[in-house]
């Protein structure tokens, strides 16, 4: 039986999305996209997701594409189509712990996985005291959710970082801090879990003037050689989470690699670029496995 697989995504125009539903299409497989934006819930349907009045088919495989916008709704998307009978390769709870960096670096310390110095704070009488127990002299300060860089920042100095966490606070419950680490190249380590198993890495270096090494704010790509310690941090970093097929990245340190964060939803235009590996290809064949095992 060949699997009827549907991604769950905003739109065909993103290279993911696009990618992923060619390689399925490739192998012979029927491959459609759900809009978030264009279905509504039937909780007493039998088929649940309903766009423009009509039921949507349930498919064997659902990969979802959750975004920063429309997480909650994607989450929540994803729920019922798992209930309805649709195997994923995500749980909506792994994918929620990956999209809540706090949570997500308590779960990768707790597995004991070097993790970076991370601070949380809700209220604006706990800055100070916040910012000395990371003990540097720049900061990171981060939104508690976001993707491709959105909701980061850098601040030089602690008056800054203050400052920086005295805003966010008026318009978010709880905000982010972590030391910022500079080195000579400014870059991470983007690693690619299929399956459970690393499967490809690259280097993303950061544009001119830029903190942030996200391709969508313009980081190049360069290939990566993916040693077995990397692998196996990379690997384990899934697990944590509760995630076969993620983005694990990686920063460089004095100390060694430490874990910056899992995504739960990862591009691949940078690794198809950088590597040029077929990862859509690799992506797709490893859900079928998984999807025909169960």
Request: proline content about 6%; glycine content about 10%.
């Amino acid at each position: 039986m060949r699997p009827h697989i549907a991604v769950l995504s905003h739109s065909e125009g993103f290279y993911t999305t696009k990618r992923l539903m060619e390689e399925a299409r490739a192998k012979g497989l029927e491959a459609t996209r759900i809009d978030p934006t264009r279905v509504f819930i039937s909780v007493d349907a039998d088929a649940p997701v309903l766009e423009d009045g009509r039921p949507l088919p349930i498919p064997d495989i659902l990969i979802p594409r959750v975004g920063a916008t429309l997480t909650e709704w994607g989450l929540t998307l994803l729920r019922a189509m798992r209930g309805a009978g649709a195997w994923s390769p995500a749980t909506p709870a792994a994918m929620a712990l990956a999209q809540d960096k706090i949570g997500s670096s308590i779960a990768l310390r707790a597995a004991g996985l070097p993790v970076l110095p991370t601070v949380a704070v809700r209220e604006p009488a706990h800055i100070d005291h916040a910012l000395e127990e990371l003990d540097s002299s720049g900061f990171v300060i981060k939104r508690p959710r976001g993707t491709q860089g959105r909701g980061v920042m850098s601040a030089p100095d602690r008056t800054g970082a203050r400052a920086l966490l005295e805003g966010l606070l008026v318009e978010a419950s709880v905000t982010l801090a972590q030391p910022l680490i500079e080195l000579e190249s400014t870059r991470d380590l983007r690693v690619l879990v299929i399956g459970g198993r690393a499967y490809a890495a690259c280097w993303r270096n950061a544009a001119p003037g830029e903190f942030r090494s996200n391709v969508h704010l313009g980081g190049q790509t360069e290939p990566a050689e993916l040693d077995a310690s990397t692998a196996e941090l990379a690997e384990r970093s899934a697990s944590a989470i509760g995630l076969t097929t993620c983005g694990v990245d990686l920063i460089e340190t004095t100390e060694g690699l430490r874990v910056l964060e899992v995504n739960g939803s990862p591009g691949i235009e940078g690794l198809e670029t950088a590597t040029g590996q077929n990862v859509a290809g690799a992506m797709i064949s490893s859900m079928v496995v998984d999807w025909g095992s169960c």
